[in-house]
């Protein structure tokens, strides 16, 4: 959550509440990097809107990236844009809101539970 983002097109800059990146050798000093292949943002009630649209176009610029993920901070439901052949992004996201579902990160190989990402929070019943 401390590595900004840089977007190539606009150059903006974010810094997402995580990302993975498997193309750019970051250390300890690092700033910012521009190669993430997952961002992942909570969204809030003043977020929601931005992470949503503006933020996430930006985001869909980066050649690298390959799952934008958004978890809602005030219900257990997030939405998952996948890029679908490494080149299109899906018009509309995958939506989960039951915490059995499972989330496929087909490009970091990876099957999570909805569940475990609320698994610290009062959220979950």
Known sequence: SDLKIVTPRNHAAFYP??????NQALDGKAHF???PILI???SSPSTRSFDLTDKRL???RIPTLRHYLVLDSESVSASLWS????QTWPAEPQ???DPRNIIKLEALSA???????YRQTTLLP
């Open 83 to 86: 890029r679908l052949d490494g």
């Open 95 to 97: 939506c989960f809101d």
């Open 33 to 35: 990097a521009r190669s």
């Open 111 to 117: 099957k999570i539970k909805l569940r475990d990402f």
């Open 40 to 42: 992942l943002e909570v």
């Open 58 to 60: 930006e985001y869909f």
């Open 17 to 22: 509440d995580l990302s993975i990146h498997c």
